[in-house]
C-alpha cells in the first residue's frame, strides 16, 4: 500500500471515529468503558465490492481493534465482524468511504527509441590531368583518397495503451535483450536483491507501473517500479528494484516522463537501453498520460 494511500484510510477512520463519539448520545450507547463491557459481542456480515479486500480488513481491525474477530470470505466475498453493536455503527460507516467499485486507469505509453550509429569509411576520388609538352602530350592521374568519420542518428516512435484497475500493475516490456545486463545485474547484488550464486541469462526488462486513484479523483498516485524476468534453473525468475522505484502524484490526463523521475540516474541509464532491428544500441525515452476511467454502470 503507498503511503498517500494508508494516510488517507487512517484520516476516515479518525473521522468515523469521531463522528461516532458525537452519535453515541443520540444512539443510546454510552462511550462509558464500564457500560460497553456488558454489551454482547453481535455477528454481522458485509458484502464487499472492493478489488482490496485485504486492505478493507485491516482498516476495520484498526478501528475496532485487533482483538475483534474480523474475516474475509473469498466465496462469498462477505466481510464478517463479530463486534459490538456501536462497533458495527462505525464499521457501516467505514465501509460507505473505502467498500467502493475501483475505477480503471488507462496509461497511454509513448516510446520515443532514438539509436546513434558510428560510420567510417575510405573513399577514394581522382582526377584526370592532360600536359602538353613539346614534344610530347602526357595524361597524369591523380588518386586523392578521403577518410570519413560521421555519426548517423535515427529515431522511432512508438505507442501502446493499457487499461488497469485502480491498485493493480501494469507490465511495460522494455527489451527482450538489456545490452547492459552485467551493471544491471550488479545493482541487484550490490542492493541484496541477487544471490551471488545465481546464474541470470536472457533477460527481459521490464517497468512496473501500479495507479491507485484518490478517493474520486482527479488525483492519482502512480508507482513505478524496474524489475527484470529470466528462466533460473528452468524456473520463472523476477527481480523487482525496489531502491529504484518512483511514486508521484499527477492530475487526471497529466503526462511524465521517465526519465524525468530518475532518482537513481545511473542505474536507469543502463536499464532503459535496448536494440532495435539493425541490431544498434538505443536509449529509450517513456512517456505516461494517465487517465481515470469510471466504471460502466450495469444493464437494466
Same mark, same amino acid.
Given at each position: 500500500?503507498?503511503?498517500?494511500?494508508?494516510?488517507?484510510?487512517?484520516?476516515?477512520?479518525?473521522?468515523?471515529?469521531?463522528?461516532?463519539?458525537?452519535?453515541?448520545?443520540?444512539?443510546?450507547?454510552?462511550?462509558?468503558?464500564?457500560?460497553?463491557?456488558?454489551?454482547?459481542?453481535?455477528?454481522?456480515?458485509?458484502?464487499? /465490492?472492493?478489488?482490496?479486500?485485504?486492505?478493507?480488513?485491516?482498516?476495520?481491525?484498526?478501528?475496532?481493534?485487533?482483538?475483534?474477530?474480523?474475516?474475509?470470505?473469498?466465496?462469498?466475498?462477505?466481510?464478517?465482524?463479530?463486534?459490538?453493536?456501536?462497533?458495527?455503527?462505525?464499521?457501516?460507516?467505514?465501509?460507505?468511504?473505502?467498500?467502493?467499485?475501483?475505477?480503471?486507469?488507462?496509461?497511454?505509453? #509513448?516510446?520515443?527509441?532514438?539509436?546513434?550509429?558510428?560510420?567510417?569509411?575510405?573513399?577514394?576520388?581522382?582526377?584526370?590531368?592532360? /600536359?602538353?609538352?613539346?614534344?610530347?602530350?602526357?595524361?597524369? $592521374?591523380?588518386?586523392?583518397?578521403?577518410?570519413?568519420?560521421?555519426?548517423?542518428?535515427?529515431?522511432?516512435?512508438?505507442?501502446?495503451?493499457?487499461?488497469?484497475?485502480?491498485?493493480?500493475?501494469?507490465?511495460?516490456?522494455?527489451?527482450?535483450?538489456?545490452?547492459?545486463?552485467?551493471? $544491471? /545485474?550488479?545493482?541487484?547484488? #550490490?542492493?541484496?536483491?541477487?544471490?551471488?550464486? $545465481?546464474?541470470?541469462?536472457?533477460?527481459?526488462?521490464?517497468?512496473?507501473?501500479?495507479?491507485?486513484?484518490?478517493?474520486?479523483?482527479?488525483?492519482?498516485?502512480?508507482?513505478?517500479?524496474?524489475?527484470?524476468?529470466?528462466?533460473?534453473? %528452468?524456473?520463472?525468475?523476477?527481480?523487482?528494484? %525496489?531502491?529504484?522505484?518512483?511514486?508521484?502524484?499527477?492530475?487526471?490526463?497529466?503526462?511524465?516522463? /521517465?526519465?524525468?523521475?530518475?532518482?537513481?540516474?545511473?542505474?536507469?541509464?543502463?536499464?532503459?537501453?535496448?536494440? #532495435?532491428?539493425?541490431?544498434?544500441?538505443?536509449?529509450?525515452?517513456?512517456?505516461?498520460?494517465?487517465?481515470? $476511467?469510471?466504471?460502466?454502470?450495469?444493464?437494466?
Amino acid at each position: 500500500m503507498s503511503t498517500y494511500l494508508h494516510v488517507s484510510i487512517i484520516r476516515i477512520i479518525k473521522s468515523v471515529v469521531f463522528a461516532a463519539l458525537l452519535l453515541a448520545p443520540l444512539l443510546g450507547h454510552s462511550t462509558d468503558s464500564t457500560a460497553s463491557t456488558r454489551e454482547i459481542d453481535v455477528y454481522k456480515s458485509y458484502k464487499i /465490492i472492493s478489488s482490496d479486500p485485504n486492505l478493507i480488513v485491516s482498516a476495520v481491525k484498526d478501528l475496532i481493534g485487533k482483538d475483534r474477530k474480523v474475516f474475509f470470505d473469498k466465496l462469498s466475498s462477505q466481510l464478517m465482524v463479530i463486534a459490538r453493536t456501536n462497533e458495527h455503527q462505525m464499521v457501516e460507516m467505514l465501509l460507505k468511504d473505502i467498500n467502493t467499485i475501483p475505477m480503471n486507469v488507462q496509461i497511454d505509453v #509513448n516510446f520515443i527509441e532514438g539509436a546513434e550509429e558510428e560510420s567510417t569509411g575510405l573513399e577514394v576520388g581522382g582526377k584526370v590531368e592532360v /600536359i602538353k609538352h613539346p614534344n610530347r602530350t602526357s595524361t597524369d $592521374i591523380i588518386i586523392e583518397p578521403q577518410a570519413h568519420r560521421q555519426m548517423v542518428t535515427s529515431s522511432s516512435n512508438s505507442k501502446q495503451t493499457l487499461l488497469v484497475q485502480s491498485g493493480r500493475e501494469a507490465h511495460l516490456l522494455i527489451g527482450q535483450e538489456v545490452p547492459y545486463i552485467e551493471k $544491471i /545485474i550488479e545493482f541487484g547484488r #550490490n542492493w541484496g536483491y541477487i544471490q551471488n550464486n $545465481i546464474q541470470i541469462r536472457n533477460v527481459g526488462a521490464f517497468l512496473n507501473v501500479r495507479p491507485q486513484v484518490i478517493g474520486n479523483g482527479p488525483y492519482i498516485n502512480i508507482q513505478i517500479t524496474p524489475e527484470i524476468s529470466s528462466l533460473v534453473d %528452468i524456473k520463472a525468475y523476477r527481480v523487482k528494484y %525496489i531502491r529504484a522505484a518512483t511514486e508521484i502524484t499527477v492530475f487526471n490526463g497529466q503526462t511524465i516522463t /521517465i526519465g524525468g523521475l530518475q532518482k537513481d540516474s545511473n542505474f536507469y541509464d543502463s536499464f532503459l537501453v535496448g536494440y #532495435n532491428r539493425h541490431g544498434m544500441k538505443t536509449m529509450l525515452d517513456i512517456s505516461l498520460t494517465v487517465r481515470i $476511467i469510471q466504471p460502466a454502470k450495469p444493464s437494466k
